[in-house]
């Protein structure tokens, strides 16, 4: 049997060394796609994803980088997300909305508090610093829609971000010219 996998606790209940970098919600505006489902990591953007039963639901993706070698973590918070079932999924670079098998590094249904998803630092995902990656929020089943707060590890910033640490001034003009 396998180990039950739950989210870092520690941090997340304080807050202390997370940063709420993703933020959203899903309406019936939103985009739609014929979720995936997998149970494995593949830091070679090549998870083994299969097609699930779940057409036509709502997503929101988001361009991530990670500023580290060291494992990430995306943990959605119940406190700052209304809707009833959530899935997450990291992607390599090409992620396609119409072939959500490719290029895959990570997918979790629940293994956040309650239906809530979480990619915790016990799964091991470790991306290339600053090469560019897509976490995809959606639902378990279509037409489910609500608002949502993922709170990510420090490491893990969007790709508009600047991280703050050990960046320098020349680093900080040459992101905007």
Same mark, same amino acid.
């Given at each position: 049997?396998?180990?039950?996998? #739950?989210?870092?606790?520690?941090?997340?209940?304080?807050?202390?060394?997370?940063?709420?970098?993703?933020?959203?919600?899903?309406?019936?505006? @939103?985009? %739609?796609?014929?979720?995936? =489902?997998?149970?494995?990591? @593949? +830091?070679?953007?090549?998870?083994?994803?299969?097609?699930?039963?779940?057409?036509?639901?709502?997503?929101?993706?988001?361009?991530?980088? @990670?500023?580290?070698?060291?494992?990430?973590?995306?943990?959605?918070?119940?406190?700052?997300?209304?809707? /009833?079932?959530? #899935?997450?999924?990291?992607?390599?670079? +090409?992620?396609?909305?119409? +072939?959500?098998?490719? +290029?895959? /590094?990570?997918?979790?249904?629940?293994?956040?508090?309650?239906?809530? @998803?979480?990619?915790?630092?016990?799964?091991?995902?470790?991306?290339?610093?600053?090469?560019?990656?897509?976490?995809?929020?959606? %639902?378990?089943?279509?037409?489910?829609?609500?608002? =949502?707060? /993922?709170? *990510?590890?420090?490491?893990?910033?969007?790709?508009?971000?600047?991280?703050?640490?050990?960046?320098?001034?020349? *680093?900080?003009?040459?992101?905007?010219?």
């Amino acid at each position: 049997m396998a180990e039950e996998k #739950v989210p870092d606790l520690m941090d997340s209940t304080s807050k202390v060394g997370f940063h709420s970098v993703l933020q959203g919600s899903l309406s019936p505006s @939103s985009p %739609t796609y014929n979720r995936a =489902f997998g149970n494995e990591v @593949s +830091n070679e953007c090549n998870a083994p994803l299969i097609d699930s039963a779940n057409d036509g639901t709502y997503l929101e993706f988001f361009c991530v980088k @990670s500023t580290d070698s060291n494992p990430i973590e995306m943990v959605v918070e119940a406190a700052g997300t209304n809707i /009833i079932d959530t #899935v997450l999924t990291l992607y390599c670079v +090409n992620f396609d909305p119409s +072939n959500p098998l490719g +290029n895959a /590094i990570a997918f979790d249904d629940d293994g956040g508090e309650g239906t809530l @998803s979480a990619i915790t630092r016990s799964d091991e995902v470790v991306l290339t610093p600053e090469h560019v990656y897509w976490a995809v929020l959606s %639902t378990y089943g279509a037409n489910m829609t609500g608002n =949502f707060l /993922i709170q *990510a590890s420090p490491n893990l910033v969007t790709c508009d971000a600047v991280p703050t640490a050990g960046t320098s001034w020349g *680093a900080l003009k040459a992101t905007y010219r």
